[in-house]
């Protein structure tokens, strides 16, 4: 048998991942402490690869890793055709739109300048609602551009609202719902559809029960 070869992110998600797996019985191998970035679980047949959280799309778009484990906001921006498989039981937060608390942005001026990470589905969101911006990309520490007028709002992931609280931001405004969920590769699906059905129907069964 072919080993199924399975793309982690690192960081949080990971580790959330790693503790549904041992539920199943599958990953015991995974030593998220260890500098290692693959792991191989021989009883199962399966190849666990550590990956940053926003390259687990591309390995699983190129067919180097069958499936995948990823958040919804990494899967929206890459806007790549893979199966999305299954929603997972954890770890759901929002993509919103957040500005100075009190500050009244106007949302009608006629260039928002929108800081973030996620410039695809900013830009997406605002078209559809006829809204020019322009968008300032950032890689991380997102909440400080408001604060430091860089942008009038950012788009940016909310989980328990802390970072912006910390910031002196507020919510303006949901845009969707993040979850994680297993997408898989188009290809590889077909062929490992057996071993992949497999590993989904313990994970509905432990949710189930
Ligand atoms: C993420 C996200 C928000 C924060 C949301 O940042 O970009 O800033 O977490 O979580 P909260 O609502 O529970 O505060 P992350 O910690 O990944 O850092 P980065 O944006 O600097 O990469
Ligand atoms: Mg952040």
């Not at 960081?11 to 199943?24: D, H, M, P, V, Y």
């Not at 942008?151 to 002196?168: F, K, M």
Request: glycine residues 8%; hydrophobic residues 40%.
């Amino acid at each position: 048998m072919d080993y199924l070869t399975v793309a982690f992110a690192k960081g949080r998600l990971g580790e959330q991942s790693a503790e549904l797996f041992n539920k199943i019985g599958i990953g015991h191998c995974l030593d998220l402490k260890s500098r290692k970035l693959v792991f191989i679980d021989e009883e199962n047949k399966i190849k666990f690869m550590l990956l940053k959280n926003s390259d687990v799309v591309t390995y699983v778009d190129n067919g180097v890793a069958d499936i995948g484990i990823v958040g919804m906001d990494m899967l929206k921006e890459s806007r790549s055709d893979v199966y999305q498989l299954y929603n997972l039981p954890f770890g759901y937060c929002n993509m919103s739109i957040a500005g100075m608390k009190g500050a009244e942005v106007d949302r009608n001026k006629s260039i928002l300048r929108v800081a973030t990470k996620f410039t695809n589905s900013a830009k997406e969101y605002f078209e559809s609602r006829g809204q020019k911006i322009e968008i300032i990309k950032l890689n991380g520490s997102v909440e400080l551009a408001p604060v430091l007028g860089l942008s009038d709002v950012i788009v940016d992931i909310v989980e328990t609202g802390n970072t912006l609280r910390a910031n002196g931001l507020e919510v303006m405004e949901e845009m969707f719902e993040i979850n994680p969920l297993i997408i898989a590769n188009r290809i590889g699906y077909k062929f490992k559809m057996k071993q992949i059905d497999g590993i989904i129907e313990k994970i509905r069964n432990l949710e189930e029960a």
